[in-house]
Every structure is written in structure tokens, then in C-alpha cells.
């Protein structure tokens, strides 16, 4: 039986989205945990320490940018990697003065929505090693 790669936690509040989202995660090998809300997923990352977050902008309680920045804020959870998921199907319309998502000053990368697995998969490595560097 192999290892688990990492520890990602989804916040999302439409579990199809979830679900698509943990499969291919847990196809790769990662160790998934979820919450539907900004607010329980804050909670949640304080208390299981995720490697990295895939955060949903669109939510109730709390939106995912109020959730991004008390993560970025958090003692604990400042320096968790978080990839934003966007449905406006064009995050340089919520971004227009963005180059990239590294200019951000909370997210590390932006995606939208639907979104590709495979795509996702890179995205989720590429931060991963980056941040164990």
C-alpha cells in the first residue's frame, strides 16, 4: 500500500464540485478532507494543518476571498498554499490588474471553473513542491 502524497483541504459549498474535485485528488493519492462553508473550513485548517487549500470564491457564511485572507492571516495557516476556484469563467475579470497569480496578495493560484482535473493536478504538484522549497 503506498503513502499518501499530502493533506489537501476542499472548501466548496456544492458538493459535485467536492466530489469531482476529491476524486481526482484521491486518484493521485492525496489525502482529502472537505468542508462546505468558509467558515468550517477555516476552523478546519487550523485544526488539521492541510499541505495545501483549494478554496471556492462563491460561498455562504463566508466568501472565499474573506476565507483566503484570515488563512493568509492566521498564525497557523499563513503559509498553506490556497488555489482559488473561480466560476466567472475568467478570473482576469475578478483580476483585471493581475499578470499572474503570483501577484496576488493572497491566493497562490487562481483557476476557474469547471475545472480540469489534469490542470488541477499540475497545479496542486507544482505548489506543492514549491512550497516545500
Known sequence: MSEKKAKILIIDDQPSEVKMVKMALEGAN???IYAYNGKVGIEKAGEEKPDLIILDVMMP???????????????ET?????IVLTGVGDSTLLFPDMESAADSPHADEYIDKPVDPNFLLQRVERLLKRSKS
Not at 457564511?61 to 498564525?75: N, P, Q, V
Not at 499563513?78 to 490556497?82: A, D, E, L, R
Open 30 to 32: 492525496y489525502e482529502v
Open 61 to 75: 457564511e463566508k466568501d472565499g476571498f474573506i476565507a483566503c485572507g484570515e488563512l493568509k492571516r492566521g498564525a
Open 78 to 82: 499563513s503559509n498553506i498554499p490556497i
